[in-house]
């Protein structure tokens, strides 16, 4: 008897031993457009008290950076403690109050674990709110004011990111994504979970350096699938194979903050090794600097957009109205491309709306029934004025839609809340001319906000898309041109339409 309570006692030792690492996991994604005035307040984040189980079982199937974290740790050997992976549009600033109340849960949830090794957290890296320029430092500077100084903290920041010394200081490591549009999103968290097991199983530590050169890098120029920026971010990949290398990101920065730390940014982690670190840092943001000559923006206005559209001899065109980019923070209810496509008499045409009150107005009228009201420019000044739509109501749903291919940060479920579809004036019945009316902010990320609609965009002649980069994946293979507008508004890509008070000077691009 004796012997056997000796074995198992000397059995459960021995898994002690052996007891796998233990990981939370979580995300805080709010991508703040300081020229926005309308606040992110708490109302806006996406639920956070989902049961364990099936925030692992959904957070799986998608193509997110949390999803890559707990890919990874299956691959890596550790256990995983999900926490949280909240969102919210990017609109203006966060709240104090929407801050607080998300640090503060993000920490009792950390305290609240069982013996944590460390933690994998994605981080926007462009969050402001009323009292912090750099918010994504400050949360985990809390984190670590919790935590102590020693618990590994692993960061993952989207390629937006206006990335700050001190969230450098701060972390035991922190990469970013490589591509724009985002389709890593999943394989930087597969990346963080590799570096974080590597440092709980003592085999690295982690020395890492930031160098911003002096300039914005303007959206239009950060697909990092061509130059002038694709050649920089190959290097960073072409980097990673050396094995002192634990990561090189290079993010083009989100110009939409008026910050300190806005714009591109290099970050390396090596292996204990702080001068290479800095080395080939410096060396890369000198290849970024190098490209300034090629950022000349010289994008054609509405007018000459919608021209140009009509002309073409391939459709469908899709309008990229770069101006009111709800990816990047905007209302997502600007009338300037609509209002060209009336004067010029289009057609064949689809315009999306983010517009509660016309959408409601449409549930009210129902399926077939006319259809007359101002559509969008009301949610501020800066997106043209109202427009007269007239037409029918052609269809109305639900809102929601799926998307199983891998398109910009890898989300799988949409909601576009309540949803109407007009079909304006000047319709012919091959040919209409469609108005999509949401109810809540649709970033265009998938084709399939279409055809969840029964809309079939190959039979339409211009699309008219809200955004800049991150909508290429969808509309790529079903455009024959995509055209960039210089349109107006709160992400206008023409830096002169704002004023900038608070980023680093000098600043080319500005
Ligand atoms: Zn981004």
């Not at 920089?232 to 939409?256: D, F, H, M």
């Not at 290849?287 to 000349?296: G, I, N, P």
Request: glycine share 8%.
């Amino acid at each position: 008897m004796k012997c056997i309570a000796w074995l198992a006692l000397a059995a459960a030792l021995a898994s002690a031993d052996a007891r796998r690492p233990v990981i939370a996991i979580g995300g805080i994604n709010h991508e703040s457009n300081t020229f926005n005035p309308r606040k992110t307040r708490l109302a806006d984040f996406t639920p956070r008290n989902i049961a364990r189980e099936e925030f692992l079982r959904e957070t799986a199937k998608s193509n997110s950076t949390v999803s890559g974290f707990i890919a990874g740790a299956r691959e890596s050997g550790f256990d995983v403690h999900p926490l949280f992976d909240t969102e919210a549009p990017p609109l203006g600033p966060v709240t104090r109050d929407a801050f607080d109340t998300l640090t503060r849960e993000l920490i009792a949830g950390l305290k609240a674990a069982p013996k944590l090794d460390g933690l994998l957290l994605y981080l926007m890296g462009a969050m402001v709110t009323e009292d912090y320029p750099v918010a994504d430092a400050e949360v985990v500077r809390r984190v670590r004011a919790a935590m102590g100084d020693r618990f590994p903290i692993v960061v993952v920041h989207d390629y937006h990111a206006n990335v700050s010394e001190e969230i450098v200081q701060l972390t035991t490591a922190l990469l970013t994504y490589k591509e724009c549009p985002h389709l890593d999103s999943k394989q930087r968290g597969v990346q963080a979970a590799r570096i974080i097991a590597g440092i709980v199983s003592g085999k690295w530590k982690p020395a890492q350096a930031l160098v911003k050169p002096p300039m914005m890098y303007n959206l239009v120029f950060q697909n990092t699938f061509r130059p002038p920026f694709g050649p920089v971010t190959e290097e960073s990949r072409r980097l990673e194979k050396n094995p002192k290398i634990l990561a090189a990101s290079v993010p083009g920065g989100y110009q939409y903050g008026d910050v300190p730390t806005m714009g591109p940014s290099v970050v390396v982690v090596t292996d204990n090794d702080p001068g290479l670190a800095k080395r080939e840092a410096q060396r890369l943001s000198d290849m970024l600097w190098a490209t300034r000559d090629k950022l000349v923006l010289n994008l054609p206005d509405p007018a000459k957009a919608v021209a140009q559209a009509m002309a073409g001899g391939k459709f469908p065109v899709a309008l990229f109205d770069t101006g009111d980019n709800i990816g990047g923070g905007s209302s997502g209810d600007s009338t300037f491309i609509l209002a060209e496509l009336l004067r010029q008499k289009a057609s064949g045409w689809f315009v999306p709306f983010t517009e509660p009150e016309a959408a409601a107005a449409a549930f009210r009228a129902g399926v077939g029934q006319p259809f007359d009201q101002l559509v969008g420019g009301k949610a501020d000044k800066l997106h043209g004025a109202p427009v007269r739509v007239r037409g029918r109501v052609r269809s109305l749903h639900l809102g929601t839609y799926f998307e199983t291919e891998v398109r910009h940060a890898g989300r799988r479920y949409f909601d576009m809340g309540l949803t109407a579809i007009i079909e304006a004036e000047g319709s012919a019945p091959d040919l209409p001319n469609l108005v999509m009316l949401t109810t809540k902010p649709a970033i265009p990320l998938s084709i399939h906000q279409l055809t969840s609609c029964g809309i079939y965009p190959e039979r339409l002649k211009i699309l008219v898309v809200k955004g800049t980069i991150a909508p290429r994946p969808a509309y790529e293979p079903v455009a024959a041109l995509i055209i960039e507008v210089d349109s107006p508004g709160v992400t206008a890509v023409n830096p002169k339409r704002f004023v900038y008070k608070n980023v680093r000077r000098p600043m080319f691009g500005l």
